[in-house]
């Protein structure tokens, strides 16, 4: 059987990282990928190099040597614990990084109402050392993304993108979601 590339889709303070743990803990032979473990990394050992505009081309360029490395010299399952909201970005993902062949490529979009995340980041006490450029609070994150959803390559995914997809709309949801996921890798 092929491994597993789980994709998670959503903006800031959806459940995207708690249903990664969650799902690392039931899927055996998983490990999760999480982009903000490498920008908390970067930002408290090497806070001059990041760019300064732009993609974090660093934080990407250690996303991908870890993924990299995952895949020539284990045999996990990948839980991939980003954002992945522009179709560009989880078409590079998809054919890329976690192709077809050596894949059974799953997105998991968290399509959360943006009131209940607003009160989410209001009493968030996650570790704000993941930030770079003008933010300095989950409130400004969800503000830029829900800018962001105008733009024509912000989009929800569809069916036709991934071998499976999920969308998880409430967290009572989340545990029928890990139960199938882990179905799907036996």
Same mark, same amino acid.
């Given at each position: 059987?092929?491994?597993?590339?789980?994709?998670?889709?959503?903006?800031?303070?959806?459940?995207?990282?708690?249903?990664?743990?969650?799902?690392?803990?039931?899927?055996?032979?998983?490990? $999760?990928?999480?982009?903000?473990?490498?920008?908390?990394?970067?930002?408290?050992?090497?806070?001059?190099?990041?760019?300064?505009?732009?993609?974090?081309?660093?934080?990407?360029?250690?996303?991908?040597?870890?993924?990299?490395?995952?895949?020539?010299?284990?045999?996990?399952?990948?839980?991939?614990?980003?954002?992945?909201?522009?179709?560009?970005?989880?078409?590079?993902?998809?054919?890329?990084?976690?192709?077809?062949?050596?894949? $059974?490529?799953?997105?998991?979009?968290?399509?959360?109402?943006?009131?209940?995340?607003?009160?989410?980041?209001?009493?968030?006490?996650?570790?704000?050392?993941?930030?770079?450029?003008?933010?300095?609070?989950?409130?400004?994150?969800?503000?830029?993304?829900?800018?962001?959803?105008?733009?024509?390559?912000?989009?929800?995914?569809?069916?036709?993108?991934?071998?499976?997809?999920? $969308?998880?709309?409430?967290?009572?949801? $989340?545990?029928?979601?890990?139960?199938?996921?882990?179905?799907?890798?036996?």
């Amino acid at each position: 059987m092929k491994r597993l590339a789980i994709i998670t889709v959503g903006k800031t303070h959806t459940g995207k990282s708690t249903f990664a743990r969650a799902l690392e803990k039931e899927l055996h032979n998983s490990f $999760v990928m999480d982009q903000d473990n490498h920008a908390e990394f970067i930002n408290t050992y090497y806070k001059k190099l990041p760019p300064k505009n732009g993609p974090n081309t660093l934080k990407h360029a250690l996303s991908k040597l870890i993924v990299d490395y995952a895949k020539e010299n284990t045999d996990f399952h990948i839980i991939a614990s980003n954002a992945n909201r522009t179709r560009t970005g989880r078409t590079y993902l998809l054919e890329e990084i976690y192709p077809k062949d050596m894949f $059974v490529r799953i997105l998991v979009h968290f399509d959360i109402p943006d009131d209940i995340l607003r009160d989410r980041v209001k009493g968030s006490q996650r570790n704000t050392n993941i930030f770079r450029g003008p933010y300095s609070n989950f409130e400004d994150v969800l503000n830029r993304q829900q800018e962001e959803s105008s733009n024509d390559d912000v989009v929800e995914p569809e069916e036709s993108e991934a071998d499976h997809l999920f $969308v998880i709309k409430h967290n009572d949801e $989340v545990e029928s979601i890990i139960n199938e996921i882990v179905r799907i890798s036996k």
